[in-house]
């Protein structure tokens, strides 16, 4: 199994400021998605808060976070996501996949939709 790699977008819901496309991992580990820092930085997105998180490794880690709009095969949607540092991967998180009804395919390396949950 692998790695699933997609292109995104990132809108600043306030003015409409448009990332060129970025690849992200689409990490179903990941609760929040993670875009540089630099790129929310120049699109206009503020910083909203400052949080703490759990890494991959375990460590606890300090990120701001900011409201933006991510866009996944021309569907968008709002969303909190994560200043990231320079060494941060860009990461597609769970809140999105499933606000989107996007599900992980990683033996085809892709992602699928998926039904909605209303438990």
Known sequence: MGE??????????RTGAR???ITAL????????VIPGQLLGSL???RVR?????????RRAQRHVG???????????????????????????LTVLEQLGLAVD??????VPTDFLLY
Do not use: H, K, M, W
Request: aromatic share 4%; charged share 25%; net charge negative.
């Open 4 to 13: 699933v790699r997609v292109e995104i977008a990132v809108i600043n819901p």
């Open 19 to 21: 990332s060129e496309d």
């Open 26 to 33: 689409a990490d179903t580990g990941a609760t929040l998605t």
């Open 44 to 46: 206009g997105i503020q």
């Open 50 to 58: 400052a949080i703490f998180l759990v890494l991959a490794d375990g």
């Open 67 to 93: 409201d933006a709009v991510v866009e996944v095969d021309g569907d968008a949607v709002p969303c909190r996501v994560v200043f990231g540092e320079p060494d941060d991967a860009a990461l597609l998180g």
């Open 106 to 111: 990683p033996v085809q390396r892709r992602l």
